[in-house]
């Protein structure tokens, strides 16, 4: 037990690196820098890194700065390769778009186009991550919970709009208080595997009463009880998939469990715009037999 608070500070001052990279992608990022946020020697920095994170810390950095690339290539109709480039740290397009090309098997431009956010999640299968996943799994029994609901259909980029319409079905009705009532979200399919016009995800809020008519599309649905397995991520949850994958990929086949046919769900511990996304905590629900 001795080694505890060691492991412990180690630990913690690694994340603090990787939370320094996260937030400072257009900065500087030398070993110079990161070991200095580490408080560890630059000579031992770089195997230290390597053997908590998994990959070298020149590799985790560039990796980073092309998850940053690809979600704004998709998201932002304007955001074009050679700022995506620059924002990246590369000096040309065509360093970025072989770097590109090299992580994920496709052009900058054809991601954009059709996006594979599978191979994109395997591509960040960073040893740590699921190695710090699998740490904090938990396994609850869920009551259920009454919930009202906004379903949105088509593709996942437009979420967010009918995340307003639900908003503002929640102040006008005042019947699932955003202070008062837990918010949850249910995707029935995968975004990664389903085609955009066939996506599904319900916006829901705690209620205690029936929903009274309304003309937002607004219903009542029920989540149900059962034993869950649960995971909190840490950030936007555009990157969720991030979270999710290695439950599936390595704690479920290790457990023993099986999944119960209902759809996993996310239950919102934080709201916009009082907390900025990528500080956002969520934790995945993961139903179980």
Known sequence: MSDMPTHFAYTKRFNAVLAYIDANLEGDLSVRTLSQVANFSTFHFHRQFSAFVGVPVSRYVQLMRLRRA??????????????????????????????FRRAFGTTPSAFRKEPNWQVWNAVFAIPHFSRTITMQVRIVDFPEVKV????HRGPPGLVNESVRGFIEWRVQSGQSPVASSRTFGIPYNNPDTTPPHAFRFAICGEIHEAVAANEFGVHELLIPAGRCVVVRHAGSPDHIGETIYPIYRDWLPASGEELRDQPLFFHYLSAY????????QTDVYIPLQ
Do not use: M, N, Y
């Open 70 to 99: 690809a979600h704004r290539l998709v998201a932002l109709a304007d955001h074009s390769v050679l700022c995506a480039a620059f924002d990246a740290g590369f000096e040309s397009p065509e360093a970025f778009c072989r770097a």
């Open 148 to 151: 009202a609901a906004l379903e």
């Open 273 to 280: 715009p009082e907390t900025p996304q990528d500080q956002w």
